[in-house]
Structures are given as C-alpha cells and as structure tokens.
C-alpha cells in the first residue's frame, strides 16, 4: 500500500472511531430521555438532529473512505460516488444549518419572558419540525449538481479541465462558468450561517460575561437562577467556535480549488477538505458529552446498569 494511502486510511479511521461511537452515544442518550419523560425540549431536539446528521456524514464518508483506503471495499463506481458525494455533501450542510439554528435558538432562549423574540422563540419551538423539514429540502435541492457531475472513473483519452479530484472519484463540470457558479453557491450557502451563528455568540458571549458580573455582584443567594441557559449558552459558543475555525479552513480550501483552472492529479486538496468539514462532525459530539448533563447523566446511567445487570445475572445462575 502506497505510503499516502496508508496515511489517508488511518486519518480517516481516527475520525471514524471517534465520531460513529460519539454520535450514537448521543443519539441514544437523547432517545433514552425520550423514553422516560415522553418529550423533548426544543434545544434538546436540534442537538439530537445534528448528531444523527454529523453521524451520516462520519458514516458515508470517513468509514467508506476508510474501508477504500486499506482496499477491503470499493463502492466508487459512477453511481457509488454520485450517492456517496451527495448525501455527504447535503448531510455536511444540514450540520452547518442545524447548529446555527441551535446557536440562534440559544440567543433567543436568554431573551426577558414577553419579548417579542420571546414569542419568536415560542413560534419557533411550535413550527421546529416544518423547519427541519424546510432545511433538508434546501440543502439536498443545492446539492443536486453532486448527481449530475460526480463520476468513479476517468477517461484518459478525454483529461478532465473543469473537474475536482476526489480521489476514488471526480466530479466533472461541463464548463468553467458552471464549476465557478457551483463552487459560489457553495461558498454562500456555508457563509451565511457561519456568519449568523457568529453573530449569535457573541450575543451569547455577551450574556455570559454579564452574567458572571451579576453573580459576582450578588454573591449568590438566591440558588442559580439561569444557571442551565448559562451552560447551554457556552456549549452552544464552543460549539460554533469549533465549526468557525474547521470550516472556515474548509471553504478556504474550496476557493482555492476554485481558482485552479486545470484539474489537480493530486486529491490532497480535496482530502484536506474533507478531512477537516468531518472532523467538526467527529468532534463535536465530544464537546456535547462532556457539557450537556442530559446526555452524560444517561450514558453514566447505562454504563452503570450494565455491571449491575451482569452481577444480577450471576447470582441467578449460581
């Protein structure tokens, strides 16, 4: 196995066994929640949602690389790499639009009761599933060009010039003006919320830093009042940091690919990228665990269930 092969095939697999672990742990552990209390609050729903999205894209795209890379399966062919690319591709968004929309109903969970962006935030509880809905129809309409471009193998007698090397696969444009007009949309659809949810911490950092003021001030009497909105709001800040800075390399690299004229013989571009939009989607389900107590005090509760379903189990068999 070629030396830069091996070094994809590992990298790969380090984001497949962080991220496919991390992301179930947190799906189950919301669903567990589900169970007992017959509900979820609205913030707990968004996060549920991006990690089943950020485990789709550690699933369709690190494992399947993973699995290509050390040759114990192929599914790139022509119609392997059009489905590969576009769910990665839709999921990779949807992960980008699902944590603005945790980031901005964070911002709106710590406006004064009677507001008008506390009705914005009732409203947007009551309609949260027309938006999810609204989201997945957006993002999978914007990644249609991954369908009609993608393909698994190259024609040598024809070299690609308006293509994108993807490794097991390339994504073959038909003109220049496509690919930039492809590459633009792109570049848009994760600016704008990038920016939003930007925008949205420092609203949150803002509220945090009066916050500590304020506590400070008091001296704490009165037992912690807001103390849950306080550690959402810097889950929700360390979760946008982490997206900023990853994808912000990401959407660096893109429009650099953009400005290439020819196609590169070499994927290490395009690995880069891949590299570091699914690492956010690896990492971050670690940050969740670490910081949500919900989810940490049911996956505690399942680690300690099992030693004691095992101890009840000896006992009846002796």
Not at 119 to 132: D, K, M, W
Not at 308 to 318: G, P, R, V
């Amino acid at each position: 196995m070629p030396s830069e092969e091996l070094v994809r095939g590992v990298l790969y697999l380090s984001l497949t066994v962080v991220g496919v672990p991390g992301n179930a742990s947190v799906i189950l552990a919301f669903l567990l929640l589900l169970y007992q209390e017959n509900r979820l609050l609205p913030a707990d729903a968004i996060v549920l949602h991006l990690a089943c999205v950020n485990l789709l894209v550690v699933v369709v795209r690190c494992l399947l690389e993973t699995l290509a890379s050390f040759s114990l399966a192929n599914i790139f062919g022509d119609l392997g790499c059009k489905s590969v690319i576009f769910v990665y591709r839709a999921s990779r968004s949807l992960s980008i639009w699902i944590t603005f929309l945790l980031s901005a109903y964070q911002c709106l969970s710590i406006t004064p009761p009677g507001s008008r962006w506390s009705s914005v935030r009732t409203l947007l509880a009551r309609y949260l599933g027309f938006v999810f809905l609204f989201l997945w129809v957006l993002n999978t309409c914007m990644t249609s060009a991954a369908i009609l471009f993608s393909f698994g193998t190259k024609n040598e007698s024809s070299p690609i010039i308006n293509g994108i090397n993807v490794q097991f696969c390339y994504v073959n444009f038909p003109s220049k003006l496509s690919k930039e007009a492809n590459g633009i949309a792109q570049v848009v659809r994760d600016v704008v919320p990038m920016a939003l949810m930007t925008l949205a911490s420092l609203i949150l950092l803002v509220f945090l830093y009066k916050h500590s003021h304020q506590v400070k001030g008091l001296r704490c009497s009165s037992g912690g009042g807001g103390g849950a909105e306080q550690r959402a709001a810097k889950v929700v800040v360390a979760l946008v940091s982490l997206y900023v800075v990853l994808y912000g390399v990401d959407n660096g690299l893109w429009v650099y690919t953009l400005t290439v004229s020819e196609t590169m013989p070499s994927s290490l571009i395009s690995d880069l990228r891949i590299f570091f939009s699914s690492l956010y989607a690896a990492l971050s389900p670690v940050v969740i665990i670490a910081s949500n107590r919900k989810v940490n005090g049911r996956l505690k509760c399942i680690v300690q269930e099992k030693p004691a379903h095992e101890k009840d189990t000896s006992l009846t068999n002796m």
